[in-house]
DNA sequence: GAGGGTCACTGAACCGGTATAGCTTCGTAC
DNA sequence: GTACGAAGCTATACCGGTTCAGTGACCCTC
């Protein structure tokens, strides 16, 4: 292995100085056309990578994102979402030469430290920040701290886009109306999926549908349970509270929820889940009681995964195509530490695929 | 926003030389006790976070390690292995001050040349090796770029630790017992779980057993296929290479497989899966065509996922644990570039977990 | 009380890039 | 024929750490 060829090694060879080597480079004015061709042949030939470090020190840039997720692992790997949102964010990082560097931390506490190590290290140029909650304190932290950031949704009406064609959504309302977003939010209205997925029930005659939702803390899940809640309502149906079920997103925990709701004296005849391994669990407790679907109960997931379509009977879900959410997200990131600003970006909203885990309700 | 403190500054404040300041904050001898404490006092007070780019430029070090990912999203997402993985390396790398870099990468055209542009630009320090080839073109690679790497699973017999007690083996062999494996290793012998897999089926008088496998150029798909076909062949039965079915991984080619399997006019009576997700494909297949599980076809997943427990029939499947197996990764990729070696690591090995999708062959 | 050794600390070089002021050289205008 | 401007290039400072040779001060020893 013969040392690596430093910008010193190519100006030598190419009998320049470093500086215009430099400027060739990064195509900038100021270099003669031939000369600019042979530092390049000379570059090439020595097989000059610059490097990260020398260049981040002088420009102050790290040409790197960051992307901190704090969930418990058991929970990662059963929701395919971030993994599907990070190869999102890849694929556009790739084309840009630019890395992504990955914090997955257990609980808040270290959250927080982790944003400041990476902020005060300048091992990032920006961050992406998921799983907004309600008065995010990330939000100011990263303010102070300077730290561009691209968040994923709003962070005053949860991932609400432009607004929900007819959704209304009057639980949420816009909190605060007056803290708008320092940062700019890349969107995927998922009010529209989740209205759809009650509305398909409420036509398929279920009246008494529950609803398995994500933690409390997570704005989204507020502002799907206001959809939730705000659909029954326009149906003339007043929602039971008692119908409504938090988890932290595990198959474990959608499986004992489903159980609970399952026990009541009047059990609901359909459930809304959070997502896809909690549906898919919630179909097994089913079965497991002797119970068939969509006979007996009918259920729905969300974000539509890849085992939504193969498992039985195949899942109804909510797509939320969180590749695209990724890409989108990155390539709004990089914008933004480029330009100093950048757009709202608001995806196509989330939509209805039906299968055959959703039927009409036994008369 | 106020300027970040810099060594310089805390140096001033300090009324040292920087040199001190380095010293004292690396703790290292020839400080003493008293100025070593106002030092870092100071270092506090001024909440002084040394710049990454900068201690790498003059150490020649990054403070990060690589992760490099060659497979389709798609799988990615669905196969829970990664996301695991992935935490419980971060669980190790978050207290030792380092970061990992990701890279996802579709085809394994760009993966060279994102292990060559990591590399050269001192992006990080070592990489991780995962899903090993038969005869590794990465392997060499990475030795001539001399970039320190860690292998999940032996290169010469693919994930084989010390010899699985009793598991004999002896389909896969040492191909080429010389060339032994330049970075150390962190295995978890997988064979056997193969080998209980299939002697649980073959106990339960199950005869026609199909193996559904992911790809072939992958070196544990064919060490995998190894055991199971030196199994039945302890068994005294000769393996049906029409019921080897390769994937590549993903719940709709384990569902294709399933079906394709199925249609046969002798059709196995129970079918070994190397991952979950297909596995809970053909569940739903089997479902799907009227068949009872595990009355007229057992099934075995592999990696014993969470979501494993919660479908229905709960899977019977082999526990791998990605997460210490991430953990362990990293504190050896930790050592090596460290120390310049670290010793070889045998994580517990797989073991089967038997549910409820396996039974008795019909009579 | 001079020589030697240790300890605490300083100052400057260095890592590999980028940024910029300044120096040639040449063409053109008046 | 001199002045001026621009193009092309060089030299050097700088980013923020680490490293190391060197400098005093102090103690010990004979």
């Not at 198959?251 to 929820?257: E, K, M, R």
């Not at 059990?267 to 997502?275: D, H, K, R, W, Y």
């Not at 890849?306 to 890409?327: F, H, I, M, N, Q």
Request: charge should be negative.
């Amino acid at each position: 292995m013969k040392r690596k060829a430093t910008i010193t090694d190519v100006a030598k060879a190419a009998g320049v100085s470093k500086g215009l080597v430099s400027f060739a480079l990064n195509d900038r004015p100021g270099v003669s056309p031939e000369t600019r061709d042979r530092i390049l042949g000379v570059a090439r030939d020595l097989d000059y990578r610059p490097s990260v470090s020398a260049r981040s020190l002088s420009t102050s840039t790290s040409y790197a994102v960051g992307l901190v997720i704090a969930r418990d692992p058991e929970i990662i790997s059963a929701d395919p979402f971030f993994p599907s949102f990070i190869a999102g964010v890849e694929r556009v990082l790739l084309t840009e030469g630019r890395t992504l560097v990955l914090s997955v931390v257990g609980d808040d506490d270290h959250e927080a430290t982790v944003y400041r190590t990476l902020a005060a290290g300048q091992r990032v140029d920006g961050v992406f920040l998921t799983d907004l909650r309600r008065d995010d304190p990330r939000i100011p932290m990263l303010q102070e701290l300077g730290l561009p950031a691209v968040t994923l949704g709003h962070p005053g009406t949860g991932q609400m886009g432009t607004g929900g064609p007819g959704a209304g959504d009057p639980g949420t309302g816009q909190p605060g109306a007056g803290e708008a977003n320092p940062f700019p939010s890349v969107s995927l209205d998922d009010t529209p999926g989740t209205v759809a997925a009650v509305r398909h029930l409420l036509d398929l005659g279920h009246r008494r549908i529950a609803h398995v939702i994500g933690p409390h803390a997570m704005l989204h899940a507020s502002r799907r349970r206001a959809a939730f809640e705000a659909t029954l309502r326009d149906a003339g149906l007043e929602p039971d509270p008692a119908l409504v079920v938090e988890t932290d997103f595990t198959a474990a925990q959608g499986a004992a929820a489903t159980t609970a709701l399952l026990e009541r004296a009047d059990p609901p005849t359909a459930i809304v889940f959070g997502n896809d391994p909690m549906a898919i669990a919630g179909l097994g407790v089913a079965h497991e009681r002797g119970l068939t679907v969509p006979g007996d109960l009918s259920i729905t997931g969300f974000d539509d995964s890849e085992l939504a379509r193969y498992v039985y009977p195949s899942l109804t879900s909510v797509r939320t195509d969180p590749l695209r959410w990724g890409e989108a997200a990155a390539r709004t990131l990089l914008r933004l530490v480029a330009d100093g600003h950048a757009a709202d970006v608001d995806l196509d909203p989330a939509h209805l695929v039906v299968r055959t885990s959703t039927g009409p309700v036994r008369a």
